[in-house]
């Protein structure tokens, strides 16, 4: 498969991830315990904004003088549609967090710690997805008309059950995690294990640790067949999908308060899906190109953000 991922722009991106990954683990939300302000969390989502596209301004710079204007423009515009994407698809993922840390009664305060792992478990597991499914479309051409469908009814069924409310206590992870386990009745800081009269328990945290994963893993499903449908490189599938992840957790304690103003993007992000699913069934007849991709994406989160607002200014009046 065609790729851009030169050793030099491997390198380059590892080390900043690595330095992102230090930074967001170690000093954004501070030490142990740390309640994150909306105004750090507005201004840590501001930076990992600005890094990702001073990193697409050096890859277009990098590509303009190895291979070319046209290919620079392409690729850039290729990883700032991805990007977009990724971190539309992410606010969904946001209020799945919001809401497992209610049922569960977790403090923001002890949220820092499970979402540390969050972070990193999607990172790991969207990698070995994103090759995987590269690896797919490298030899099996047709996989993508699977995905487009899978995508197109996505869409489809979370417009449909965009207003429904998941039933926790019968999930069955959770019940069969509760089955197996001992699970404590309170919380403990910030541990996932204690013992108990020489026994091992789990705590409420763990659970939601769990849970985190699943819907990591859940999204990460529902996402990477998105942006194949804007570029096969494995490159910017992935450093558009790392980027869009990095920033996931400040924008989580952005909207922490806030979810509940945005009632109606769930429709804009159903529709995102229902676009992509169809640009990716037609991709043999007509490419659409990157940069109206772009501006569709964009119109619909856009839209539904709008809406949303007024909405909630209309209820409160």
Same mark, same amino acid.
């Given at each position: $498969?065609?790729? &851009?991922?030169?050793?030099?722009?491997? !390198?380059?991106?590892?080390?900043?991830?690595?330095? $992102?990954?230090? *930074?967001?683990?170690?000093?954004?939300?501070?030490?142990?315990?740390?309640?994150?302000?909306?105004?750090?969390?507005?201004?840590?989502?501001?930076?990992?904004?600005?890094?990702?596209?001073?990193?697409?301004?050096?890859?277009?710079?990098?590509?303009?003088?190895?291979?070319?204007?046209?290919?620079?423009?392409?690729?850039?515009?290729?990883?700032?549609?991805?990007?977009?994407?990724?971190?539309?698809?992410?606010?969904?993922?946001?209020?799945?967090?919001? $809401?497992?840390?209610?049922?569960?009664?977790?403090?923001?305060?002890?949220?820092?710690?499970?979402?540390?792992?969050?972070?990193?478990?999607?990172?790991?597991?969207?990698?070995?997805?994103?090759?995987?499914?590269?690896?797919?479309?490298?030899?099996?051409?047709? *996989?993508?008309?699977?995905?487009?469908?899978?995508?197109?009814?996505?869409?489809?069924?979370?417009?449909?059950?965009?207003?429904?409310?998941?039933?926790?206590?019968?999930?069955?992870? #959770?019940?069969?995690?509760?089955?197996?386990?001992? !699970?404590?009745?309170?919380?403990?800081?910030?541990?996932?294990?204690?013992?108990?009269?020489?026994?091992?328990?789990?705590?409420?945290?763990?659970?939601?640790?769990?849970?985190?994963? &699943?819907?990591?893993?859940?999204?990460?499903?529902?996402? *990477?067949?998105? &942006?194949?449908?804007?570029?096969?490189?494995?490159?910017?599938?992935?450093?558009?999908?790392?980027?869009?992840?990095?920033?996931?957790?400040?924008?989580?304690?952005?909207?922490?308060?806030?979810?509940?103003?945005?009632? #109606?993007?769930?429709?804009?992000?159903?529709?995102?899906?229902?676009?992509?699913?169809?640009?990716?069934?037609?991709?043999?007849?007509?490419?659409?190109?990157?940069?109206?991709?772009?501006?569709?994406?964009?119109?619909? &989160?856009? *839209?539904?953000?709008?809406?949303?607002?007024?909405?909630?200014?209309?209820?409160?009046?």
């Amino acid at each position: $498969m065609q790729s &851009i991922g030169s050793p030099e722009l491997w !390198v380059a991106f590892g080390a900043v991830v690595l330095v $992102m990954l230090a *930074i967001d683990l170690f000093v954004v939300g501070g030490g142990k315990e740390h309640r994150v302000s909306f105004r750090e969390a507005a201004t840590w989502s501001v930076a990992w904004v600005m890094v990702s596209l001073l990193f697409a301004a050096a890859l277009w710079w990098y590509l303009e003088g190895s291979a070319g204007r046209e290919i620079a423009n392409q690729k850039s515009m290729e990883f700032v549609t991805g990007y977009l994407i990724e971190k539309s698809l992410a606010v969904d993922n946001v209020f799945v967090w919001l $809401m497992l840390f209610s049922f569960f009664g977790i403090p923001l305060e002890l949220q820092k710690r499970v979402l540390v792992f969050g972070v990193l478990g999607a990172i790991v597991m969207r990698t070995v997805m994103i090759f995987a499914g590269a690896w797919l479309i490298t030899q099996f051409h047709w *996989i993508l008309y699977v995905f487009g469908a899978f995508l197109l009814v996505t869409g489809i069924k979370m417009w449909w059950f965009a207003d429904a409310k998941p039933d926790l206590e019968n999930n069955p992870v #959770l019940k069969w995690l509760r089955g197996h386990m001992k !699970v404590t009745d309170r919380l403990h800081g910030e541990q996932f294990f204690v013992m108990q009269d020489g026994v091992r328990y789990v705590t409420p945290l763990f659970l939601a640790l769990v849970l985190v994963e &699943i819907s990591d893993l859940i999204f990460a499903v529902d996402s *990477i067949p998105a &942006i194949f449908a804007i570029t096969s490189d494995p490159f910017i599938v992935l450093t558009s999908n790392v980027f869009a992840i990095l920033g996931l957790r400040a924008m989580y304690f952005l909207l922490a308060d806030m979810a509940h103003r945005f009632s #109606l993007l769930k429709y804009g992000l159903a529709a995102v899906l229902v676009f992509i699913g169809l640009k990716m069934m037609l991709i043999d007849l007509y490419k659409i190109p990157v940069g109206f991709s772009l501006a569709v994406v964009a119109t619909f &989160i856009g *839209i539904s953000i709008g809406l949303s607002l007024r909405k909630e200014r209309r209820e409160r009046a």
